[in-house]
């Protein structure tokens, strides 16, 4: 178990639909990264989030969204979705911005029907 | 933009073998970091060994080694005593050193099996 845990651990949708995915860093993490990883795309940054501001931000989607609450845990919001959009979603933590060591959870799985 | 390579999409080794996983990559940053993460059939991605561009020694964990050649931009990654556990995809990634963001820049992957 890294302690960055991820729900749910499967989804399966259909095209259009809209569904969040859940994150929780390791205890006292302050940094949340967000990578979708797909046969054709490979690992992709999405996103970076910082004590609650976005830090960074990579190929995300418009109809991709992300944020952090005050108790540090992240979503991510995928709406109008597509066959396309159907990968494994990684989220990962850190303990500060700037620590260069990521630990991944263990991903959550999105299947768009 | 940085990019990373790795040109072997899959190896097969026998138990206890020594391998050797190839890995390019092109920036011209001075300062930033590279790892290599491996992932299990469980898909849990899991931090190998990391190496820090400013420090000329090679990194070492354990079985896993690396051989860091920077002018050559390349990073390679030794499997001494390869064990049937070790088969996975593996990762090379490239995160640069500087700007406060953790971005890691992922290499396509390799499948090395490991058969007893």
């Known amino acids: 178990d890294s302690g960055v845990t991820q729900t749910p651990k499967h989804l399966i949708t259909a095209t259009g639909q809209r569904v969040t995915l859940r994150c929780s860093p390791r205890?006292?993490?302050?940094?949340v990264y967000w990578y979708q990883q797909s046969l054709d795309q490979g690992l992709q940054f999405l996103i970076q989030y910082y004590n609650g501001e976005e830090r960074a931000k990579g190929n995300i989607l418009e109809r991709f969204s992300a944020q952090q609450f005050p108790d540090l845990h992240s979503e991510l919001n995928l709406s109008s979705l597509e066959l396309g959009d159907s990968a494994l979603y990684f989220c990962?933590?850190?303990?500060?911005?700037?620590?260069?060591?990521?630990?991944f959870g263990a991903g959550s799985r999105l299947t768009v029907l | 933009a940085q990019t990373v390579t790795q040109s072997q999409p899959e190896m097969s080794v026998q138990e206890a073998e020594t391998v050797t996983l190839s890995c390019t990559y092109d920036t011209s940053e001075s300062n930033y970091y590279l790892f290599w993460y491996k992932q299990p059939p469980s898909r849990q991605m899991i931090l190998v060994i990391r190496?820090?561009?400013?420090?000329?020694q090679n990194a070492t964990e354990n079985r896993f080694s690396v051989n860091f050649q920077k002018a050559a931009k390349s990073f390679s990654l030794k499997i001494s005593d390869s064990q049937l556990g070790d088969t996975a995809m593996y990762f090379c990634?490239?995160?640069?050193?500087?700007?406060?963001?953790?971005?890691?820049?992922f290499g396509k992957g390799m499948k090395l099996t490991v058969n007893p």
């Open positions: 190496q820090e561009a400013y420090k000329q």
């Open positions: 990962a933590s850190s303990r500060y911005s700037g620590a260069n060591v990521l630990t």
């Open positions: 205890s006292g993490d302050l940094s």
């Open positions: 990634a490239f995160m640069n050193g500087q700007g406060g963001s953790e971005k890691l820049v």
